[in-house]
């Protein structure tokens, strides 16, 4: 099955720096990886997801670039700001979204 | 705006106990999805349901089950509590396998002690 991995577990910017937080998955079959948010005390929320016929994507300070080849997928976080504080997690999946997540990454932002 | 719901946020239970945890969505979605979510390993799958009375396992369906009686909801079962299933138990529930976002609801912490 699926298997992926997080890295780093935590990280500590300053606000105004760039985050990259990174996933390796094990399945070539998987073709739609989402990054989700989940803020202290509340539901994870997507924030992009890239699919795999894309390699990259990008919404306003977020970005996530895909490599097929080398099976990983990162997500960038520029100018970073406190309320970005949260713990992201990555995930991959086939049909019918069965999804396997990565174990997270907590990001904190400094003033 | 989507809406899911959990029976409840915080439950404490006994060993042995059957437990039960309902997960509603209000917006006609057709895949509904139980997590468990634990530090350190991020949320894994416990079943999920694309449809009525249909249910798949996960990657870690040893001593639940599930129910989903009515489109709209979808409950998890703990046949027999044990301490190991001390958890957050997260509902999520998705439009259709081409809508990609799952939206979650807001957690159910569970203590079996």
């Known amino acids: 099955g699926e298997n992926v991995e997080q890295h780093p577990s935590t990280l500590s910017v300053q606000e105004g720096d760039s985050a990259v937080i990174k996933c390796t998955y094990s399945d070539s079959a998987s073709n739609y990886f989402p990054w989700y948010k989940q803020e202290l005390g509340k539901r994870p929320q997507l924030i992009i997801d890239?699919?795999?016929?894309?390699g990259e994507k990008k919404d306003q300070r977020i970005a996530v670039t895909l490599n097929k080849t080398a099976k990983h997928f990162s997500l960038h976080i520029t100018e970073t700001q406190p309320e970005d504080s949260a713990v992201y997690f990555c995930a991959a999946g086939t049909g019918f979204q069965k999804l396997v997540f990565g174990t997270g990454t907590r990001l904190l932002v400094s003033p | 705006d989507v809406k899911v719901t959990q029976s409840s946020r915080y439950l404490v239970k006994r060993t042995g106990e059957k437990v039960f945890l309902e997960c509603v969505q209000d917006?006609?979605?057709?895949?509904m999805f139980w997590y468990r979510q634990d530090p350190g390993l991020g949320l894994r799958l416990i079943y999920f349901?694309?449809?009525?009375?249909?249910?798949e396992k996960g990657d870690i369906p040893e001593g639940y089950s599930v129910s989903r009686e009515k489109k709209e909801r979808f409950s998890l079962i703990l046949e027999s509590a044990s301490t190991n299933q001390t958890s957050m138990y997260l509902c999520?529930?998705?439009?259709?396998?081409?809508?990609?976002?799952?939206?979650f609801g807001p957690g159910t912490r569970l203590t079996v002690t």
């Open positions: 999520a529930s998705s439009f259709s396998i081409l809508e990609g976002e799952q939206y």
């Open positions: 917006m006609d979605h057709e895949n």
């Open positions: 349901s694309y449809d009525v009375k249909m249910k």
């Open positions: 890239i699919r795999s016929n894309v």
